[in-house]
């Protein structure tokens, strides 16, 4: 057998490929349609809440006598109501207080039920089973009775309804802070300050509930959607905001009687407060399945 300086030559290494992490694009591809349409919507309705002037520059709470209950047109996209008022402009203006409801109430129960939920997981056997059975109870009243009964005693309104849909939706994150917490006790990072001998209170306000509110943040951005949808409820039943500020649910409850001659008036702003809350469901399911790990970033 011949041995050539060609059969001695080393062979040449073999080529080295690195996989490209994910582009912006390719992350944009994997987002599922529903979430972009959604996310689109709420941004659209942030805004609208933010600078309605930007979509509109009519005012939503003066109408003409003689534009009664137009159906929609090139001069009025929604409509009129049965007091000649733009549908559409008040639709717009309708989102402020609708998000502002839906959003300081979530935001007024997770700092309440942060609270508690920590107090329970840390009020020791007798307390924590305390403040559990105050939860059920809580847990157990049907909550639009619950929040008659604070209208009873406040009066309707825009805050009455902030704080009576803050306290039928809190026991729901105080009990998962307090389940988190207790999850949390046996963490490495808390044997570690342990051993460098900080106090339980620095423990629990620097390290356990910044890694314990992560679930519920995710789970108050669902929330919203749910406290908008009860909002709107309350104000359906003349509970929420007071005419003739333009709100979505009492726009609902003031076309009732004349949904036979005119379906206008409760079409539209039904459709934003059902195409509102499940937006928000949507996105916020989607960062729920993203921190659960059954989404690749």
């Given at each position: 057998m011949t041995i050539t300086a060609h059969d001695l030559r080393p062979d040449p290494a073999p080529a080295v490929r690195f996989a490209a992490g994910p582009t912006v694009i390719g992350r944009i591809r994997r987002l599922r349609i529903s979430v972009i349409l959604s996310g689109t919507f709420l941004v659209i309705v942030v805004a609208a809440a933010l600078a309605p002037a930007l979509f509109t520059d009519k005012d939503p709470n003066v109408g003409e006598p003689l534009d009664m209950l137009l159906s929609p047109s090139s001069a009025h996209w929604f409509g009129t109501d049965q007091n000649g008022r733009d549908i559409y402009a008040r639709t717009v203006f309708g989102a402020g207080p609708s998000l502002l409801i839906g959003v300081s109430a979530t935001l007024a129960a997770l700092i309440a039920g942060t609270a508690v939920g920590v107090l329970a997981s840390r009020s020791g056997r007798v307390g924590d089973w305390l403040v559990s059975r105050l939860l059920d109870?809580?847990?157990?009243?049907?909550?639009?009775?619950?929040?008659?009964?604070?209208?009873?005693?406040?009066?309707?309104?825009?805050?009455?309804?902030?704080i009576g849909v803050a306290v039928v939706t809190f026991?729901?994150?105080?009990?998962?802070?307090?389940?988190?917490?207790?999850?949390?006790?046996?963490?490495?990072?808390?044997?570690?300050?342990?051993?460098?001998g900080w106090n339980q209170t620095n423990i629990v306000v620097r390290h356990v509930v910044p890694n314990a509110i992560g679930p519920v943040l995710i789970l108050a951005t669902i929330g919203i959607g749910s406290a908008i949808g009860l909002a709107s409820s309350l104000s359906?039943?003349?509970?929420?905001?007071?005419?003739?500020?333009?709100?979505?649910?009492?726009?609902?409850?003031?076309?009732?009687?004349?949904?036979?001659?005119?379906?206008?008036?409760?079409?539209?702003?039904?459709?934003?407060?059902?195409?509102?809350?499940?937006?928000?469901?949507?996105?916020?399911?989607?960062?729920?399945?993203?921190t659960e790990g059954r989404i690749k970033p």
């Open positions: 109870i809580f847990l157990a009243i049907p909550g639009l009775l619950l929040v008659f009964l604070i209208v009873a005693a406040r009066g309707p309104g825009t805050g009455t309804t902030i026991p729901s994150y105080a009990r998962l802070v307090r389940g988190e917490v207790i999850r949390l006790r046996g963490a490495v990072f808390v044997e570690a300050a342990k051993a460098l359906f039943l003349g509970l929420g905001p007071q005419p003739p500020t333009a709100e979505w649910g009492s726009m609902l409850a003031a076309s009732r009687s004349y949904f036979s001659v005119a379906w206008w008036p409760a079409v539209f702003p039904g459709l934003a407060i059902t195409l509102t809350v499940l937006t928000v469901t949507v996105v916020g399911q989607y960062f729920q399945r993203r």
